[in-house]
């Protein structure tokens, strides 16, 4: 590391008495910074699950079969980021095939078609369909995540990137996707606040997932559209957003992502460097992919404490460690693993280990 081992501050969220770490402060050259740890995506079912669902698509089981299995699998998801003393607590999401059938096959004037493959990923997912102005009436975040587990802890809520969804969809109503897009995030928006005022869930954060945004360099009208869908969240859900990017390089959109309206921005660390984050302007707060979602190999701290202290030499206020993305790529107990070492990397970087 180039900057001395940074000095714990006193903070009542800092440790819960088992040596659990909560958020950290640290003294950096420039500010205070604060790391808090967070999942990024959707967790791996088990392979009895997976039998189930099969079982399920050929008329074997029922969806209340499959729900029962998969609400059973979700408690011990979440209750083992409360153990790892993570400070905002996703659901699994084991009911999401991917990350935008729960909308597109419940909202009007949507619908899904065929397989297409998930960036260069040996994953697929369904093609929504545009069929004409989506409408919802809410209910999929009820239907799909199971908020019972959820309430009294400090929730982040993972919701397909407006645009990201627009452009790998098939349109066939004439509306510019850029204002379809728009549309689409006010849609989530209102499933958001249907979703808390029904359960009584504490929604912290709304992630929005955006690798297409960082795929290629957008135009203008394109970037512009993304920022009308980050802002028409935020107003809409009265909610910080975090606009993940992941697959591509940061740098794709080093014009305009520091205007993009989020409160935080989320980089990929195993194609982007400090470097390239510091290049875009962003300043603040950051999430840091940290831990390869794609990969087995499960990460030691000391690779990644170089990355982290340029992040605080150069002023971030707060630090969000997370994943790259969905941890479905791994076997369940490699996620657990990865899962683990996020809280070991906030440890090691605070100059404590348990």
Not at 138 to 143: A, C, I, P, T, Y
Request: aromatic content about 8%; proline content about 4%.
């Amino acid at each position: 590391m180039r900057n001395a081992v940074h000095e714990l501050i006193p903070d009542g969220r800092r440790e819960n008495g088992d040596g659990v770490f909560r958020t950290v402060k640290l003294h950096g050259k420039k500010d205070m910074t604060e790391l808090v740890v967070h999942v990024s995506g959707a967790l791996p079912r088990s392979e009895e699950l997976f039998a189930l669902l099969r079982r399920h698509a050929r008329g074997r089981a029922t969806w209340e079969d499959v729900r029962g299995a998969a609400r059973e699998e979700s408690s011990g998801w979440v209750r083992f980021q409360k153990e790892l003393g993570f400070d905002l607590i996703a659901d699994p999401m084991l009911l999401w095939h991917d990350h935008f059938r729960p909308f597109a096959e419940r909202w009007s004037g949507v619908e899904v078609n065929g397989l297409a493959r998930w960036f260069d990923n040996n994953v697929f997912y369904r093609v929504p369909v545009f069929k004409g102005r989506p409408g919802s009436r809410g209910g999929v975040l009820r239907d799909y995540l199971f908020p019972e587990q959820l309430v009294g802890c400090r929730v982040k809520l993972i919701l397909p990137e407006p645009f990201t969804m627009v452009a790998l969809s098939e349109r066939r109503v004439e509306v510019d996707p850029g204002e379809l897009a728009v549309e689409v995030a006010r849609l989530l928006a209102f499933e958001v606040r249907q979703f808390v005022r029904e359960t009584g869930v504490s929604v912290e954060m709304v992630q929005l997932s955006a690798p297409y945004v960082v795929s290629r360099r957008l135009g203008d009208r394109e970037a512009e559209a993304v920022s009308e869908s980050v802002r028409a969240l935020r107003e809409g859900t009265g909610t910080r957003v975090l606009l993940h990017t992941f697959f591509y390089p940061l740098s794709n959109a080093s014009d305009w992502i520091a205007d993009s309206g989020a409160d935080v921005v989320g980089f990929d660390a195993t194609v982007t460097s400090a470097e390239e984050v510091l290049s875009t302007g962003l300043r603040g707060e950051i999430a840091v992919g940290i831990v390869d979602s794609r990969s087995s190999r499960v990460e030691r701290p000391d690779e990644v404490m170089g990355l982290l202290g340029r992040l605080v030499e150069a002023g971030f206020s707060r630090i969000h460690l997370t994943t790259t993305t969905d941890l479905d790529y791994v076997p369940p107990q490699v996620a657990r693993a990865k899962l683990e070492a996020l809280r070991e990397i906030r440890a090691a970087y605070s100059g404590r280990r348990r």
